[in-house]
């Protein structure tokens, strides 16, 4: 089971980003998913998690500004980031909530956020 992450860019202070997630396999549909991230010389911390159902819940350092999606029908979650900051510069992660059915984190995308 895989995950993809993608849409990282570098975008100026204010701006905004969506990062996409695509999920192989059979299942994306039944499984709480989360969003980490990384910042150079720092630890992954949890940034956004979503319910199989729908129900989200954010980081303090990221509520309000960030909202975090899915669409089962294409096995695909979605971060959509505004007011970006520089301090939201990080390297992005998606994966399952579940620790047991985690194969892995990807290569992330990375998000710079300029001043």
């Known amino acids: 089971v895989q995950l993809q992450a993608s849409g990282g860019g570098l975008v100026q202070a204010g701006g905004s980003l969506r990062l996409s997630c695509a999920a192989s396999g059979n299942i994306f549909g039944r499984n709480d998913m989360v969003w980490y991230r990384q910042a150079p010389g720092k630890q992954r911390e949890l940034v956004a998690t979503i319910t199989s159902s729908g129900s989200t819940n954010y980081a303090d350092s990221v509520k309000g500004r960030f909202t975090i999606s899915r669409d089962n029908a294409k096995n695909t979650m979605y971060l959509k980031m505004n007011s970006l900051k520089p301090e939201d510069t990080a390297v992005y992660y998606c994966?399952?909530?579940?620790?047991?059915?985690?194969?892995?984190w990807g290569q992330g995308t990375l998000v710079t956020v300029s001043s």
């Open positions: 994966n399952y909530r579940a620790v047991s059915i985690r194969s892995g």
